[in-house]
Every structure is written in structure tokens, then in C-alpha cells.
């Protein structure tokens, strides 16, 4: 199906757009058809709770209300960092001094 629209697009334009001369996107949409008239035999009575959008909507809000994320640990990775950086520019010029004489008192 690589010449053939994304799902979204053929859902929408339905069997009179490109499922019109694609078989395979037909026989989809013919198949999907069917699954929808078969959840509506088995299930287009059942109706949903009265309150169920208000519940869903209040579960939303309470949600997007939690406060966001403390910016504490990326304040202690960066004062990790610096002491790593600080401890390891404190030690290269110490090693490098040792290291420095040892060459020289083997020479």
C-alpha cells in the first residue's frame, strides 16, 4: 500500500475517494464497515452514564492542575558536574607536576 493515502485520509474520503480504484483499500474499508455494523448489533444499546463527561472532564482538570515537576534535581546534577569538573581541573595540573619529576629524576 505505498501509493495508497494514510488511514485518517481514507477513512474520511470514504469508497467514493481512492478506495474507489484501489481494491485493497475498498476491501479495507468494507472490512472495517462490517466490524462497525457488528459493535453496533452487539453494543448500540448500551448508552453511556449521564455523569460520565462530567467525571472524565473533572478527572482532565484535576489532572493538568498537578504541579509540575521540581526543578531540584537538575540543579544537583549541574552542582555534580561542576564539582567533577573542579576536582578534575584541581588534579591534572598536581598530576602532571608528579609526573613531570618522575620523568625527570629518571633522566
Not at 25 to 44: E, I, K, M, P
Not at 70 to 86: C, N
Amino acid at each position: 500500500m505505498t501509493d495508497c493515502p494514510e488511514l485518517e485520509i481514507l477513512l474520511k474520503e470514504g469508497s467514493g475517494g481512492h478506495a474507489a480504484q484501489c481494491p485493497k483499500c475498498r476491501d479495507l474499508l468494507d472490512a472495517l464497515a462490517q466490524v462497525d455494523a457488528t459493535l453496533n448489533a452487539a453494543f448500540g444499546t448500551l448508552r453511556a452514564p449521564a455523569d460520565l463527561e462530567t467525571a472524565v472532564r473533572a478527572r482532565i482538570a484535576r489532572l493538568s492542575a498537578e504541579p509540575k515537576p521540581s526543578i531540584l534535581p537538575e540543579v544537583l546534577d549541574l552542582i555534580g558536574w561542576a564539582a567533577a569538573f573542579t576536582a578534575t581541573a584541581l588534579a591534572v595540573p598536581y598530576f602532571a607536576s608528579l609526573l613531570s619529576a618522575v620523568i625527570h629524576g629518571l633522566g
